[in-house]
């Protein structure tokens, strides 16, 4: 049986600046925002770009990015590649382990549910978001069952969401992706 | 950064029968159900097991179980393992690509937020449940924003969901992992 193995692609280590301190909403969304199109550019995978960072200091811990159809696996949204490559990076199950620092994650475009219900299991306390569902349908890209109750539901267990952070700068590397003619699977 | 290795424990090939057929929805139930038993009593992970069959001849494509604690990964639940290995064996991002049978997911528990959304984007036509969201939450297993209208938004898109299938027998495995007092991560 085959062994899985999930891998950033090689622009990763070239272009993200892993040193940086990302201090502000701005600045953690503008890094979300700039692995999705590099992503786009680079043609590794769909429009979408997630970090994880501590939350009180601005580190950053991982990144992620959209690896669906080049890794041939349906589960690697932007999200869980970073919540993956941080627990991995901490050595833990939970970005809320006893004694860690708080953890949070920016992504360029609202969690489908898949990554909704991993963002409550990865034990990040807090979420940006970019773009929204909305942006994602125009390109065709179904979101799956997220209600507004999966939002309070989150929201009722201390996870902090915050959307529409530079929603205009994300939603146009959804259009980008779309003019090069980028695969939409699950369409 | 740490490359994701994701691999079976030991057990599942001395364990698993790879070339019976599993012609029934019991047969694949009782897999599943095998599955989550095997990994408490090998202390491998939590009490939970899947499985991915082609639907029409009940062969077994992959099989899944909780890994989350042993490989440090909280997006390793038992159906997330057994899509993700599905696609590696077909060898693409969806089990539902054009000239492949129909496959379908046989789960020892409803699934989570997360996993749900994932079934949704593997592919599957077809799910069966074994014990119930109830079940789980008595374990003090939380399963995230799972609503009635997020399996209503699956049936919808063409997957046909099966639930209480041998229940009483999948949530026994449950009850044992609680025996063994088995850590409830995300409690």
Redo the contacts between chains.
């Keep these: 049986?085959?062994?899985?193995?999930?891998?950033?692609p090689p622009w990763?280590a070239r272009r993200v600046a892993w040193d940086a301190v990302y201090a502000s909403d701005d600045d953690r969304m503008g890094l979300a925002i700039d692995l999705s199109r590099w992503n786009v550019v680079e043609d590794t995978g769909g429009p979408f770009g997630a970090a994880v960072f501590e939350r009180d200091t601005g580190r950053l811990v991982?990144v992620g990015m959209n690896l669906?159809?080049p890794?041939?696996?349906?589960?690697l949204h932007g999200e869980?590649v970073a919540?993956?490559?941080a627990?991995?990076?901490v050595?833990?199950?939970?970005l809320a382990g006893e004694g860690m620092p708080a953890h949070e994650l920016a992504t360029s475009c609202e969690p489908?549910?898949?990554?909704?219900?991993?963002t409550?299991?990865?034990?990040v306390r807090r979420v940006l978001c970019g773009a929204t569902r909305d942006d994602a349908l125009r390109l065709d890209f179904?979101e799956?069952?997220v209600?507004d109750?999966?939002y309070e539901?989150?929201a009722e267990r201390g996870v902090d969401i915050v959307r529409n952070v530079r929603r205009a700068e994300a939603a146009e590397v959804l259009a980008l992706y779309r003019r090069r003619s980028g695969v939409i699977?699950?369409a």
């Design positions: 049986m085959a062994e899985i193995r999930i891998a950033y990763v991982a669906v159809v890794l041939s696996n349906s589960a869980m919540f993956m490559m627990q991995a990076r050595g833990s199950y939970t489908c549910a898949m990554c909704l219900g991993a409550l299991w990865s034990g179904d799956g069952p209600f109750a999966s539901y989150l699977y699950n």
